[in-house]
Nanobody, 121 residues
Framework: VQLQASGGGLVQAGGSLRLSCAAS????????MGWFRQAPGKEREFVAT????????YYADFVKGRFTISRDNAKNMVYLQMSSLKPEDTAVYYC???????????????WGQGTQVTVSS
């Protein structure tokens, strides 16, 4: 499966953005999807994941209540709705596909190219 993330940009603190991840391939619906982020000088970190059905979602503690992950298997799309953004949310955001729900990047075999999110104070 090939992934392409989009929707990043510059936003003021407290604002919102919706990231999208377009996937190619007829087996998209069988993959767990995740969002990760990487800030300069830091390791890639888990943000959220969603099961293949969309029924189960998991979030990193620092985004709970602010971010929502969703998917549309008919459109081969995954979304990350981000609200109440903070300057510390500034990072490159990546979507990923894998066989099981995990907060470890190594569990995901397919990655998009990343989209930059910058939150100004």
């Amino acid at each position: 499966v090939q992934l392409q993330a989009s929707g990043g940009g510059l936003v003021q603190a407290g604002g919102s953005l919706r990231l999208s991840c377009a996937a190619s391939g007829r087996t998209f619906g069988s993959y767990v999807m995740g969002w990760f982020r990487q800030a300069p000088g830091k390791e890639r970190e888990f943000v959220a994941t969603i099961s293949w059905s969309g029924y189960n979602t998991y979030y990193a503690d620092f985004v709970k209540g602010r971010f929502t992950i969703s998917r549309d298997n008919a459109k081969n799309m995954v979304y990350l709705q981000m609200s109440s953004l903070k300057p510390e949310d500034t990072a490159v955001y990546y979507c990923a596909a894998g066989p099981q729900e995990s907060n470890y990047p190594s569990s995901y075999g397919y990655w998009g190219q990343g989209t930059q999110v910058t939150v100004s104070s």
